[in-house]
């Protein structure tokens, strides 16, 4: 027993002494720099979007508990194809619809194409209709994305170039699209 006792001791001198011999060695070592992950694709997209998420959640805007709608795509376009001329704009009509982001086109003005139920419709949000200043403005037009459910606030019209439209007075994101759709 003494002679474990001693092998004992022993050993953990030894372990003592390399111990600070390693510590020794880390304090002549040059710092280690840490590598920023840079993330691509799928995985960025993806971190992207549920920052986006986190953010809303914060002001209690990310996944409303519901949104009403007064009509689907489907009957928007049937309603509106022909009472709205080209370039008008019925102010006095709000619908409220949601759909699906197929593409989108933002600058000065930002287009949305939307789908419901198979059926195109464009959605167009200008300073001029949009509720809300321009910072506003900017921060919601650059917050959706293709695949993202969105529900609109706005009135019916056609812009310029004849296409029916809705001009948002109020865009809601509904369900934001977590995965990169192919093209």
């Known amino acids: 027993v003494k002679e474990l ?3 004992d001791k022993k050993d953990t001198e030894e372990y003592a002494e390399l111990v600070n011999k390693m510590k020794d060695l880390r304090s002549q070592m040059a710092p280690v720099k840490e590598k920023k992950v840079v993330l691509t694709g799928e995985a960025a997209y993806l971190a992207e979007r549920m920052a986006l998420i986190e953010k809303l959640g914060e002001k209690k805007d990310a996944y409303p508990h519901k949104f009403a709608t007064t009509c689907t ?3 928007y376009v049937k309603k509106y194809a022909e009472a709205v ?9 709000p ?3 949601a ?4 593409s989108a086109r933002t600058g000065k003005t930002a287009f949305f194409d939307i789908i419901g139920n198979g059926v195109p419709c464009q959605v167009v949000m200008a300073p001029g209709v949009f509720e809300g200043d321009d910072a506003k403005f900017k921060e919601v037009s650059k917050m959706f994305r293709r ?3 969105i ?4 009135v019916p019209g056609k812009s310029k170039t004849g296409e029916l439209s ?3 007075k109020s865009l809601t994101l509904l369900t934001p699209c977590l995965k990169m759709l192919p093209t």
Request: charged fraction near 40%; hydrophobic fraction near 30%.
């Open 95 to 97: 619908e409220a619809i």
């Open 151 to 154: 529900g609109i606030n706005g």
């Open 147 to 149: 695949g993202d459910i």
């Open 85 to 93: 001329g080209e370039g008008e704009r019925l102010d006095d009509k």
């Open 99 to 102: 759909g699906r982001i197929h």
């Open 166 to 168: 809705i001009f948002a």
């Open 5 to 7: 006792q001693k092998q």
């Open 73 to 75: 795509v489907e009957e």
